[in-house]
Each structure stands twice: as structure tokens, then as C-alpha cells.
């Protein structure tokens, strides 16, 4: 769920406007590599990145606009885009110096002063649908001269801050297009063409059908495109998306395809299935004052006799063929420091003994009565099944009874800040490939799961793995934090983590190398 997806309804797994008619969308000439069309069931918020802080809008993000770091494809590691270099100085100034001659589509020069403007105008605005939060470490933006700028933080030795520049938050724009104080809507965003990265919008039909074509003064990480143009078309469902992938009228499907058509598409020899890392979380979170339990000793008996009774594999497999992982920690694998240490303490099968013995162990008397919320509307059409599933599982052993009951994501929100649901389902995207991001938002003080949690002893390590620039050292910190949340806590607990999946006709080239744990979807690095 993550801070974008929560505040902008609609990031994941829901449909957006019908696409009038049914036609291939195909636009332009071929070009250097020739038109492509990409598919997609994500919907755009906003064109602005003072007001997008969401999945849809952040594909758009990532084909026109610049960033001072970027994240090359298939590398978890922040890298020079418009920036020459970046480092820290001292301990609370990050200083970045920019590349010479860069320049906007519209012939704007970028240099320090844009750079400035777009990080005090995102924490000056500050709009509640957009990505400010995540410069809450930032005091101050200052220019030192035409292509250098410093970044005074507030805690010294921020190693996450490096990554936070790639991120919706770090967009450079064109001080000379966009005001100081308000967003600026869609269209005057394309009529002023303030974009710097690898494509300029020719055309823009929102959640409809938008055209790009390659930027040829665009000097970033990404390099020159590979299509002269592309095109985004937007779907009301991903069925029909399935379809226009099988008969070639878009060349590739990304976001969101169900399960059952990924599998069905593994199957058909007119197009390729890729897989790659998401980052995706799916959870439960226990609210800490309102689940079953007479105290607090109690209640972390139910919480560990739940994680001791799910069976992840099998939602993995039965309910989403295999597109989600077992998670068995709140960092996903393949990221810095992650480890299992559910799986390590609570095992990778279900053990009802284990999980019988804590509740008798801590006086509670079975079957509990658990009431599990979930929602059927943001997180997919298969949440109802995964939920479905998780219960029978839990009954299965006899220790729990459990009430599952849904609601629409509006009230959702709304309520489950309220303590109005003991456990209920979240899902997360990372903001950046970094394992803090799957830590501090959910267990620092004044967590946005808001669910009661605060330990003293975590926010220590939670504030010492941020400032430790030893990776040796860091990845220690980071498996002993990730082992005390699992052994004494389980304030929420991991379930799956999701791939990155991508649908392409066979002749299209360079998918693989964009599905990768920035969670970017890079339309220069496809041809065919």
C-alpha cells in the first residue's frame, strides 16, 4: 500500500476509462526502431509530481522527466543521470553536481536554480496526493552555483537519501513552467513540454491513449531510446488487454493481468510471459488494541499461532499461480540484508502443534474468534480468494474462528484508521529498492499502518541501520532487526511478495532488463 498507493485510490489492480473502440492505437512512422504500443489497466493521477505519488503516474514520470540520480535498468543502485556526481561533503550536506548543457524539450537550460525550485515547490506545496513525504530528512535545498547544488539534511548520514532522489519525489522540472505554489493541471503540463528525460508527449488523451517520441537531446543514465515512438494505451479491463496482446494490437501488457490470464498466456506461443522482481507486499496487520487477546502477552500468542498456521506456499500457487512469492519477512528477497525469519521461526509449513502450544502457553482458549477485514476492489480480484483461503487455513486447525468480511476501498481507509478492524489486509509498493523502505514506514513511530506499534529497541535499529554506511555492517542490523520484529512482535505479517510482470510479443526486445526491483518501467530500452 505504500504512501502513494494509499492516497491515490486506484493504483493497483483497478480499471480506469474505457478506451473507445478496439483499434491497435499504432502511431508515427516506425522511426529507429519502429511504434510501439504498451498496454496497461493503471490509470494516471496527475502529470505534475508535486500531485503524483502513484504507479500510473509514475510510468509516465519515468519516460519524461529527469532525475539528479536514476536507476539504470536492472540495477538496484542509484547512478548519475542528470547529475555529473553526487556525495556527501560532510555528514549533512549531499552535494550534486550537474551535468553541462542540459536542457529542457522546450529549450529551457536545467541547472542548479531547476533543481532547487523542484525540491522546495514539492515540499512548498506539499499536496497531500504527492510524494513530499519523502523528503521529511530534507532542511534544505541550496544553490552553489549554476550546475551544483547542496542538500542540507536534518539527520547526519543518511544512506537512504541517495535513493530517494530516483524516486517520484526527486523529478527536476522547468522553473520557468510550472508555478511555485499550485499544481498545474495535465494539459498545461504537456502544452509547456517541460521534460528532460528520455521522451517528449506528443499527444495526450488521459487514461486513454498517450504518444511519445524520443527526445533527441535528452543526456541521462537511460541513454536514447531504442523506438522513435510509443504509444501507452489504457484499458477498462484486463481482459480485453489479454486479448489485444494475443492478436498483436499492442506489443506488450504491463499492469495488471490476472493470474488465471498470466497463466493462460504462459501457454500461448503468439506471446512471452517475463518475470522479474517487484517489490510488491501483501500482508496482514494487527491492530495492537483491538485483536483478541487480555493483554499484551496474550495477544502476541494469537499473532504467533496465526504465524505459525498460514500456508504461504499454497496461496502462492492456488490462488495467484505463482506470480507471488512466499515473504517470510517484511523485506522481500533479492534486496540488501533480507532474510526468512519467519520461516525460520515459525517454519515453512503450517505447524498446528506449534501454534497450539503458543496459545496455551499464554492461557488463551481455542478456537479464537478472529475478525479478518480485507478488501475486494484495490488489491486485485483475487484478494476475495486469497482471503477466503487464509481463513480456511486458519480454521483448518481448530484453534480459530474466523469472521471475513469486506469493504470498499473508501471506507476502508477511513475505517481502518479508526481501530474499527482487529486484523485486515494491506499491500505495499516500494517507494525505492532499498530494505528501509519495508521497515521504517511500517514500524518507526507514527507508522502509517497506525496500528499501535512502537518499540523503543526497533526505532534504535531502524535509526541505525538509516545512518550506517558499511554495507557489512548495515546488513547485520538489518537481520537482527528483521529477526526481533518476527520473534517478539509480528505487529503485521508478510505473506507474499509480488513479480514484476510483463506480457510482449515475441519480436519485442529488452523487456527483461526494465522488470526489475525499481519498479520502473522504462519504454526506451524496448524495440522490435
Known amino acids: 500500500?505504500?504512501?502513494?498507493?494509499?492516497?491515490?485510490?486506484?493504483?493497483?489492480?483497478?480499471?480506469?476509462?474505457?478506451?473507445?473502440?478496439?483499434?491497435?492505437?499504432?502511431?508515427?512512422?516506425?522511426?529507429?526502431?519502429?511504434?510501439?504500443?504498451?498496454?496497461?489497466?493503471?490509470?494516471?493521477?496527475?502529470?505534475?509530481?508535486?500531485?503524483?505519488?502513484?504507479?500510473?503516474?509514475?510510468?509516465?514520470?519515468?519516460?519524461?522527466?529527469?532525475?539528479?540520480?536514476?536507476?539504470?535498468?536492472?540495477?538496484?543502485?542509484?547512478?548519475?543521470?542528470?547529475?555529473e556526481k553526487c556525495s556527501f561533503t560532510s555528514p549533512t550536506v549531499y552535494q550534486c553536481k550537474l551535468k553541462s548543457g542540459l536542457k529542457f524539450v522546450n529549450?529551457?537550460?536545467?541547472?542548479?536554480?531547476?533543481?532547487?525550485?523542484?525540491?522546495?515547490?514539492?515540499?512548498?506545496?506539499?499536496?497531500?496526493?504527492?510524494?513530499?513525504?519523502?523528503?521529511?530528512?530534507?532542511?534544505?535545498?541550496?544553490?552553489?552555483?549554476?550546475?551544483?547544488?547542496?542538500?542540507?539534511?536534518?539527520?547526519?548520514?543518511?544512506?537512504?537519501?541517495?535513493?530517494?532522489?530516483?524516486?517520484?519525489?526527486g523529478v527536476l522540472i522547468d522553473e520557468k513552467s510550472f508555478p511555485a505554489d499550485k499544481v498545474l493541471p495535465d494539459e498545461e503540463v504537456v502544452k509547456a513540454h517541460p521534460f528532460s528525460g528520455p521522451f517528449d508527449i506528443t499527444s495526450y488523451d488521459k487514461n486513454k491513449l498517450v504518444e511519445y517520441k524520443a527526445n533527441k537531446d535528452y543526456n541521462g543514465l537511460l541513454g536514447a531510446p531504442k523506438s522513435d515512438t510509443v504509444s501507452a494505451k489504457y484499458y477498462e479491463s484486463p481482459e480485453n488487454m489479454k486479448l489485444d496482446i494475443q492478436?498483436?494490437?499492442?506489443?506488450?501488457?504491463?499492469?495488471?493481468?490476472?493470474?488465471?490470464?498470466?497463466?493462460?498466456l504462459r501457454n500461448d506461443s503468439k506471446v512471452k510471459v517475463h518475470d522479474g522482481p517487484g517489490g510488491e507486499l501483501r500482508y496482514i496487520v494487527f491492530n495492537l488494541n483491538t485483536m483478541p487477546g487480555n493483554d499484551p502477552a496474550q495477544k502476541l500468542a494469537v499473532r504467533k499461532a496465526i504465524a505459525s498456521s498460514v500456508d504461504r506456499e499454497a496461496l502462492s500457487?492456488?490462488?495467484?499461480?505463482?506470480?507471488?512469492?512466499?515473504?517470510?519477512?517484511?523485506?522481500?528477497?533479492?534486496?540488501?540484508?533480507?532474510?526468512?525469519?519467519?520461516?525460520?521461526?515459525?517454519?515453512?509449513?503450517?505447524?498446528?502443534?506449534?501454534?497450539?502450544?503458543?496459545?496455551?502457553?499464554?492461557?488463551?482458549?481455542?478456537?479464537?474468534?478472529?475478525?479478518l477485514q480485507y478488501n475486494p476492489d484495490h488489491y486485485g480480484g483475487s484478494s476475495s480468494e486469497e482471503y477466503a483461503a487464509i481463513k480456511a487455513q486458519l480454521e483448518g486447525t481448530g484453534l480459530f474462528k474466523v469472521n471475513l468480511q469486506s469493504t470498499e476501498w473508501v471506507t476502508y481507509q477511513d475505517e481502518r484508521v479508526q481501530d474499527t478492524y482487529p486484523l485486515y489486509q494491506l499491500g505495499w509498493f516500494p517507494d525505492f529498492p532499498d530494505p528501509d523502505n519495508y521497515l521504517t514506514p511500517?514500524?518507526?513511530?507514527?507508522?502509517?499502518?497506525?496500528?499501535?506499534?512502537?518499540?523503543?529497541?526497533?526505532?534504535?535499529?531502524?535509526?541505525?541501520?538509516?545512518?550506517?554506511?558499511?554495507?557489512?555492517?548495515?546488513?547485520?542490523?538489518?537481520?537482527?532487526?528483521?529477526?526481533?520484529?518476527?520473534?517478539?512482535?509480528?505487529?503485521?505479517?508478510?505473506?507474499?511478495?509480488?513479480?514484476?510482470?510483463?506480457?510482449?510479443?515475441?519480436?519485442?526486445?529488452?523487456?527483461?532488463?526494465?522488470?526489475?526491483?525499481?519498479?520502473?518501467?522504462?519504454?526506451?530500452?524496448?524495440?522490435?
Open 442 to 528: 511500517f514500524f518507526a513511530p507514527n507508522n502509517f499502518l497506525e496500528n499501535h506499534f512502537e518499540d523503543p529497541a526497533i526505532t534504535a535499529q531502524l535509526t541505525a541501520e538509516t545512518v550506517e554506511a558499511d554495507p557489512a555492517k548495515r546488513a547485520t542490523i538489518l537481520a537482527q532487526v528483521q529477526k526481533d520484529l518476527a520473534a517478539n512482535h509480528i505487529s503485521m505479517l508478510p505473506l507474499l511478495s509480488g513479480k514484476s510482470i510483463a506480457v510482449s510479443r515475441p519480436e519485442v526486445q529488452g523487456v527483461p532488463s526494465t522488470l526489475d526491483a525499481s519498479f520502473k518501467f522504462r519504454y526506451g530500452v524496448l524495440s522490435k
Open 317 to 371: 500457487q492456488s490462488v495467484y499461480q505463482g506470480t507471488y512469492n512466499p515473504a517470510y519477512s517484511s523485506i522481500p528477497q533479492g534486496l540488501t540484508g533480507a532474510t526468512e525469519p519467519y520461516k525460520e521461526i515459525y517454519g515453512a509449513k503450517p505447524n498446528k502443534d506449534a501454534a497450539a502450544k503458543f496459545l496455551a502457553d499464554a492461557g488463551v482458549t481455542a478456537p479464537v474468534t478472529l475478525n
Open 107 to 169: 529549450g529551457n537550460p536545467l541547472t542548479a536554480k531547476s533543481v532547487k525550485f523542484s525540491f522546495d515547490r514539492m515540499l512548498g506545496i506539499n499536496d497531500p496526493n504527492g510524494p513530499a513525504v519523502l523528503l521529511n530528512n530534507l532542511a534544505k535545498t541550496e544553490v552553489v552555483d549554476d550546475l551544483t547544488v547542496n542538500f542540507t539534511l536534518k539527520v547526519a548520514n543518511d544512506q537512504t537519501f541517495p535513493a530517494i532522489l530516483p524516486t517520484q519525489a
Open 1 to 83: 500500500m505504500r504512501k502513494r498507493s494509499v492516497a491515490v485510490v486506484g493504483v493497483v489492480g483497478l480499471t480506469v476509462a474505457a478506451l473507445a473502440g478496439c483499434g491497435s492505437g499504432r502511431t508515427g512512422d516506425g522511426g529507429v526502431g519502429g511504434g510501439l504500443v504498451v498496454g496497461t489497466t493503471d490509470r494516471i493521477f496527475a502529470l505534475d509530481p508535486a500531485a503524483a505519488y502513484d504507479n500510473g503516474s509514475l510510468a509516465v514520470e519515468t519516460q519524461v522527466y529527469q532525475y539528479l540520480l536514476n536507476f539504470a535498468p536492472g540495477d538496484a543502485t542509484p547512478k548519475p543521470d542528470a547529475a
Open 247 to 264: 492478436n498483436g494490437a499492442i506489443d506488450v501488457a504491463y499492469r495488471s493481468l490476472s493470474p488465471t490470464d498470466i497463466a493462460a
